[in-house]
């Protein structure tokens, strides 16, 4: 790949010129990194003159002024630098900034030509095995839109993360059983007397939605007898809505490779897993409970696995279960949850060192919640009550891809607004619109192109359109391993728009089926590459490549 030969070749001379200066610390060596900057400024740039800041008590500017020329000096000596690069520059508050020639790009294009769903494509995840559990919602009700952005966001990471070699699998950890399961028994139950009019009190804690009535009408229709065994009825209400959650998330275009019932845990191994870790001094007695020390491994305050009625907490099911991850052979585990269990995060952590791995090898996403607004007005939510908007609801209102798209548009940290309306509209104001009606307008522009010869005459483009055009195919590969790095998809959403820009800019200005067949041959090599990236990121975030709109 010539991006990727051209970056490694490039940090290569910043540590030769490094050595040079006697700069061989492995903080400053080992985090060398090259970023896209600004158009204004170049194509690449590195940071490194502001790393060197304290080991050589100048200026960044300075610093990144004196690096420029060596490099300049070492690439005008490299057959392939000179080659791909024009110049060196130097930014005003110290970024150094390299320029690339035109060979560079129209390699870049020979490339995306020939590779396709391959390019950028890399192994540095090496087969490691990653399990990415997101979702996991109680089965006591459909899924709600907070469930359905960590759906989308779990899925798009774990196909970003196959792309780049890691082996990762998808799990839905389902809470079949404990006193939410319960009430949830107990509610279908109520909804059974209440169908057969007999007398009943619907508590406060009970689920209220419709679907405790389908619950409810599925069991008179099938296992009457069967209507007042709380066992039975917990069992078949968590299967009935297991089903449900299920056909929502295929259609939402989720697929999970492991649904992992908590039932096969069992209490007798939850137990056998405190014992041990009381072995180890981690876990001891107090005030008739059961406390794991998490503050040993920087939690704020040690945790209760046993409470005083010896009933287990969520906690020392969860060690258990992260242990069962471990055991099952993976090397890292991300866990996508809701900001309700922020303050979850440490005694996980704790819990993960406590069973001999290292905290690094866990990674727990918060994702923040979305509001929906319908009118203009936000939706009101309410999960016991049966008031909020299902997953459901969003698919069928406004389709998959603009439903995955918008939940992925800001950074898993940021509480998302999801307007049903514009994600209905069919004009430039919908991102999601915007950047499918961008693969679909080259599409047809290819359709109707008479004649033409992809990869040739790319030396004729010029403009500054087209140039933009292909500099902004340069960010693709810099994007995607970003989304990995952060584990986080919006910056590829983001990216898209940008791409769709920079695309609709150059079409509104220029004519791509010309009569010269050589300008001709060019710009349709140039929006094929559009195309293909389009096309590559769509399938990354789980949505469609119209070819039509």
Aim: glycine share 4%; with cysteine.
């Amino acid at each position: 790949m010539v991006q990727k030969k051209l970056e490694e070749n490039l940090v290569k001379a910043i540590k030769t010129v490094l050595a040079e200066l006697s700069l061989t610390e492995p903080s400053i060596i080992n985090e060398l990194s090259l970023d896209i900057p600004d158009s204004v400024f170049g194509d690449l740039s590195s940071n490194i003159a502001f790393k060197l800041t304290k080991y050589l008590k100048k200026p960044p500017v300075v610093i990144a002024k004196d690096l420029s020329q060596r490099l300049s000096s070492l690439i005008e000596s490299d057959a392939f630098l000179s080659k791909n690069i024009d110049k060196v520059n130097v930014s005003a508050s110290g970024f150094i900034n390299f320029l690339f020639k035109k060979d560079f790009y129209i390699d870049l294009l020979k490339e995306i030509l020939k590779t396709k769903g391959n390019f950028a494509r890399d192994d540095f995840g090496r087969g490691k095995k990653v399990q990415i559990e997101f979702v996991s919602a109680n089965p006591t009700g459909p899924l709600s839109i907070a469930h359905a952005r960590q759906a989308a966001i779990g899925d798009a990471l774990c196909n970003l993360f196959k792309f780049f070699g890691f082996c990762a699998v998808k799990e839905y950890y389902i809470n079949d059983e404990g006193n939410q399961i319960n009430i949830l028994a107990q509610s279908t139950q109520a909804r059974i007397k209440e169908l057969l009019k007999e007398p009943v009190e619907f508590k406060d804690e009970f689920y209220q939605g419709e679907y405790i009535f389908d619950i409810a009408k599925s069991v008179l229709n099938s296992n009457l007898k069967k209507k007042d065994d709380l066992n039975f009825l917990a069992d078949y209400s968590v299967k009935y809505l297991l089903d449900v959650i299920k056909k929502d998330l295929k259609d939402f275009g989720v697929v999970f490779d492991i649904w992992f019932s908590q039932k096969k845990l069992t209490l007798n191994n939850v137990l056998k897993l405190i014992e041990r870790l009381r072995k180890k001094d981690y876990i001891y007695d107090l005030d008739g409970a059961v406390w794991f020390k998490s503050t040993v491994f920087g939690d704020d305050k040690d945790r209760v696995v046993v409470k005083k009625d010896n009933t287990l907490t969520y906690l020392a099911w969860d060690i258990l279960y992260h242990e069962n991850k471990f055991k099952r052979g993976f090397k890292e585990i991300i866990d996508i949850w809701g900001p309700d269990h922020h303050g979850y995060k440490a005694r996980m952590n704790s819990a993960v060192q406590a069973l001999g791995f290292q905290k690094e090898q866990l990674s727990i996403l918060i994702i923040q919640l979305a509001t929906i607004y319908r009118g203009g007005k936000p939706v009101s939510m309410s999960t016991r009550r049966g008031t909020y908007i299902s997953l459901r609801e969003v698919l069928d209102e406004v389709g998959k891809d603009a439903a995955r798209f918008f939940f992925m548009m800001r950074r898993i940290s940021s509480h998302l607004d999801f307007d049903l309306e514009l994600a209905k509209r069919q004009t430039p104001e919908n991102p999601v619109y915007y950047v499918q009606y961008a693969h679909a307008r080259i599409a047809n522009i290819i359709k109707n192109a008479s004649s033409y010869k992809l990869g040739c005459d790319m030396e004729l483009l010029n403009e500054p359109e087209e140039l933009n055009l292909m500099r902004t195919l340069l960010k693709y590969s810099f994007v995607l391993r970003q989304c990995v790095s952060i584990k986080d998809p919006c910056n590829l959403t983001g990216y898209l728009q940008e791409l769709a820009a920079a695309f609709h800019k150059f079409y509104d200005k220029h004519k791509v089926l010309l009569d010269d067949s050589g300008l001709r041959n060019a710009r349709i090599t140039l929006i094929a590459c559009v195309k293909i990236i389009l096309s590559n990121s769509f399938s990354f975030l789980g949505i469609s490549s119209p070819e039509k709109m």
